[in-house]
């Protein structure tokens, strides 16, 4: 038997992690399952930047990157998650995303992780990685990664009612 009892998803707020939420919400519903949504913010205040006479103040520009990943998680994750799901929006500042999301999967013993995957070609992952393999090869529990567009078995409440009919 699989028990389920603390979902994580990450998001990057893109059309695959949209579908990974769909997943962890479906699952969270189907396990009675809690649901974290966690962003990780750019952490701007240790990037070196090389434009010349460039001045930013990084402290406030690093208050706006975690602001603005907040409201967009305060977007994604409904009244209805917060109730239903118990769902919790996360935001963690990092410049290594993939150490973040175990990090806080082996912290807060979690048991899934779900998250979306560009599904990138071989040279750019050559050239820039992937977030959601070092995940799969690092993390505490096991990873669900959703490729958008895929093949769908999350389908909106209507559609499965006009299917049973």
Known sequence: MIKLTRILVAT???????AALNYGRELARMF????????????VLTRGFGAEGYVANYPELQRDVEEAARRNLDAAVSD???????????????????MAIVGYAKDASVDLIVMG???RGAMAHLLMGSVAERVV????????TV??????????????AVAKA
């Open 12 to 18: 990057d707020f893109g059309e695959a992690s949209e």
């Open 32 to 43: 009675s399952a809690q649901l974290d949504v966690l962003h990780v913010a750019d952490n």
């Open 80 to 98: 209805e998650d917060r109730k239903m799901l118990r769902a919790r929006p996360i935001v963690i500042t990092s410049n290594t995303p993939a």
């Open 117 to 119: 995957t560009h599904g």
């Open 137 to 144: 090869r690092t993390a505490p529990c096991p990873v669900l």
């Open 147 to 160: 490729r958008h567009p895929e093949h769908d078995f999350v389908l909106p409440d209507a559609l499965v």
